[in-house]
């Protein structure tokens, strides 16, 4: 289960080892996205991040909000 | 999955947007509602009486204050019109209701035809759950779009040139 973060942690974290992953469509991710982060889909979260992302390092996952 | 740590940003990036923290990707550093919003607007509550509201709004400098209540929903809005009315009354009763809000990523352009063609000084932008981001004045949003029509403009000549 991931657990929740807020911008305070989030901002902390951003430029060290953790990767940031943005699950939103492609169009949103080009247009916006945050420092360094990079774009795996929701709907292929599960088979995409395996092979893309380091399980040795921290990640942290976002969408738009909370809704 | 495996993974060391999975962390979940819940608030996300409207969240980060809406602080006006940078961004990558072909609209970064383009101006939007949230970021020229101003953040230092007057806010009041429900409760207080519209005498004691007015004094603080024209002490800060303003003429329009934004009703909240504790989560910092937006509840109204106190305008020029509104401030103007008996001073015992409450805000609760003295308020305009339910005004637009407009989200934090919206771009500058757009949000300067919005209130140009609605014909609104100001604007609440808030998170999607209706917190208060900041408050949009017309003149900031209009200046904001011409500095960047005349910024692209010199792009383009610089370019061609």
Known sequence: MPRSIERAEVQKLAGGRTRFVEVLPAREYEKNHLPGAIHLPLRQLETLARPTLDPARPVVVYCWDSG | MGFVEVMD???GKLDWMAAGLPTEGKNAGKPTA????????????????LGEVKKRVRAAGWDSCVVINSERVVLGMMGKKELTGD????????????????????????????LVDRDLPIAPVTTSDGRLVGLLKREDALRAFHEGRAQRRDDSAAMAS
Do not use: K, N, Q, W
């Open chain 2, 9 to 11: 940003y819940v608030d």
């Open chain 2, 34 to 49: 949230g970021s020229i919003a101003r953040h230092d607007s007057p806010t009041c509550e429900l409760s207080e009486s």
């Open chain 2, 87 to 114: 001073p015992e009354l409450s805000i609760e009763r003295a308020m305009r209701s339910g005004p637009s809000t407009y989200r934090p990523f919206v771009p500058i352009g757009e949000m300067a035809h919005e």
